[in-house]
């Protein structure tokens, strides 16, 4: 009985080796494998340079440069003509209008009202605009849907982004004093809403009225010219004094010559599209007004 016993216990301890045995060499197969495979693979080690830049880049390119001031003034603000080179995108901000109005040539710093700030921004905007000179009619918007402008479209459309319908408000003037707006001169008897307001003649007559009324005549060596010169104003400029329907209209600009003189923004055949023009005094002014008008203390 106890030999019988023995030899199953013999046998069972020989099975169980042979597991093991097996096991072994089974693991021993895997590694071997498995090393066989990361080495043709060539992934067993990371190269030593693996983060490491193959080009030494020379110590100024990794250092920045100083911003260029090429367009900065003694003041500290930005040179006339110079706002697009240094925003880079041409966008104008609120606090380079106000900086520009108060380095303005008199002895009273200019400070522009909400209206005169935005009146101005738009206008500045429009300079990087593909707008072309011609006249087209919009009976459907009476504004130009296009990109082809006359004069008083630069007006009336930069007086529209400002909260101001030049296309309502001129035509509710008309009709309630047609006495000021003589429609003989268009050889008819009743307004055309969409078309008169975009009339350089009914245009003038509208801020004679409801504008504030400025000198016409400028004077660089005037002290007060921060006062009388704004940006933002509007103007008219007459070039045949029997023919009102070749005045042009413009804007006075934030920016100013060499010599102090603030430039205008405006559209012309001549210049095909709205640009900013050194023509103050060089053009004959017939309307130079403020609107809205300001409010007085």
């Excluded at 030999?3 to 099975?15: C, D, E, G, P, S």
């Excluded at 206008?123 to 402008?149: H, K």
Aim: with cysteine.
């Amino acid at each position: 009985m106890k030999n019988r016993v023995r030899r199953k216990k013999n046998t069972f301890n020989t099975k169980y080796s042979y597991f093991i045995y097996a096991g072994i060499i089974i693991a021993i197969l895997q590694f071997w494998l498995l090393k066989n495979f990361y080495q043709e693979q060539k992934i067993i080690k990371l190269p030593d340079k693996l983060f490491q830049s193959s080009i030494e880049y020379p110590e100024d390119e990794l250092i920045p440069e100083p911003p260029d001031d090429s367009f900065i003034d003694d003041a500290g603000t930005p040179a006339a003509g110079a706002a697009d080179e240094e925003t880079g995108n041409g966008e104008i901000c609120e606090e380079e209008v106000q900086d520009s109005a108060e380095n303005s040539n008199g002895p009273e710093e200019q400070v522009l009202s909400e209206t005169q700030k935005q009146i101005v921004l738009t206008l500045l905007e429009l300079l990087d605009e593909d707008i072309e000179y011609g006249y087209e009619v919009f009976p459907d918007s009476g504004y130009p849907t296009n990109n082809i402008w006359i004069s008083t479209d630069v007006i009336s459309m930069v007086l529209k982004e400002a909260g101001f319908d030049l296309m309502e408000l001129i035509h509710e003037d008309m009709s309630e004093h047609r006495e000021d707006y003589p429609l003989d001169i268009k050889g008819r008897d009743e307004a055309i809403k969409y078309i008169d307001f975009r009339d350089v003649f009914f245009q003038e007559q509208f801020f004679k009225r409801n504008a504030f009324e400025l000198p016409v005549e400028y004077d660089n060596e005037d002290p007060n010219n921060n006062i009388l010169w704004q940006p933002g104003d509007i103007l008219f400029f007459q070039f045949d004094p029997d023919n009102p329907y070749k005045d042009l209209g413009g804007f006075v600009s934030s920016r100013e010559n060499e010599q102090g003189v603030h430039l205008v923004i405006m559209i012309s055949a001549e210049s095909g599209t709205v640009k900013e023009v050194d023509v103050l005094q060089e053009y004959n002014i017939v309307g130079h007004y403020r609107y809205p008008r300001p409010e007085v203390d």
